[in-house]
């Protein structure tokens, strides 16, 4: 598991992160952020990467464990 001194999430990946925990889908969160959906996927992807999950679900548990968002 990373060491949550290592991993630093970019406030866009922690925005997107927050808007997947409410459920909703990368369109939903684009058009709230007033992004391109595939601008939400690559900051949720990024965040993946960061946290080495492999979907947005483990994502968002992980980041919360390590209280990386509220």
Same mark, same amino acid.
């Given at each position: 598991?990373?060491?949550?001194?290592?991993?630093? /999430?970019?406030?866009? @990946?922690?925005?997107?992160?927050?808007? #997947? +925990?409410?459920?909703?889908?990368?369109? =939903?969160?684009?058009?709230? /952020?007033?992004?391109? @959906?595939?601008?939400?996927?690559?900051? #949720? +992807?990024?965040?993946?990467?960061?946290? =080495?999950?492999?979907?947005?679900?483990?994502?968002?548990?992980?980041?919360?464990?390590?209280?990386?968002?509220?």
């Amino acid at each position: 598991m990373p060491d949550r001194q290592r991993v630093v /999430l970019s406030e866009q @990946e922690r925005q997107c992160l927050r808007w #997947v +925990k409410k459920g909703k889908l990368s369109s =939903e969160i684009g058009a709230i /952020l007033k992004v391109n @959906e595939n601008t939400v996927n690559f900051h #949720v +992807k990024n965040a993946m990467r960061k946290l =080495e999950t492999t979907s947005r679900t483990q994502c968002v548990v992980k980041a919360r464990r390590l209280r990386l968002i509220e």
